[in-house]
């Protein structure tokens, strides 16, 4: 007859191969917990971008407005409208 061979079993090699399988659990999940976490944030910094981008059309068509509303021409229209005259001999120029 023949004598079982009863391997022996240490102490905290049960706890050690349930914390190998919550590791090999947890791997995975945290990976894809981090690739939606990093989608979400590109999601946004896209939406970001396009909302300065935006911003910069609406900017850049203010300062055009200004640039024509500032013209010599428009100062001279808006003077006249109002009863001014134009008198180039009362225009100091400064210069830095």
């Given at each position: 007859?023949?004598?079982?061979?009863?391997?022996?079993?240490?102490?905290?090699?049960?706890?050690?191969?349930?914390?190998?399988?919550?590791?090999?659990?947890?791997f995975?999940?945290?990976?894809?917990f981090?690739?939606?976490?990093?989608?979400e944030?590109?999601?946004?910094?896209?939406?970001?971008?396009?909302?300065i981008?935006e911003?910069?059309?609406?900017?850049?068509?203010?300062?055009?407005?200004?640039?024509?509303?500032?013209?010599l021409?428009?100062?001279?229209?808006?003077?006249?409208s109002?009863?001014?005259?134009?008198?180039?001999?009362?225009?100091?120029?400064?210069?830095e």
């Amino acid at each position: 007859m023949k004598k079982k061979v009863v391997k022996k079993r240490y102490r905290g090699e049960k706890m050690l191969y349930v914390l190998i399988g919550i590791a090999l659990f947890l791997f995975p999940v945290s990976i894809v917990f981090s690739k939606a976490v990093l989608s979400e944030t590109n999601i946004t910094l896209e939406q970001m971008r396009s909302k300065i981008a935006e911003q910069e059309g609406i900017n850049e068509s203010l300062s055009m407005q200004v640039d024509e509303l500032a013209s010599l021409d428009k100062i001279q229209e808006v003077a006249t409208s109002k009863g001014m005259t134009y008198n180039n001999n009362n225009i100091k120029n400064i210069n830095e």
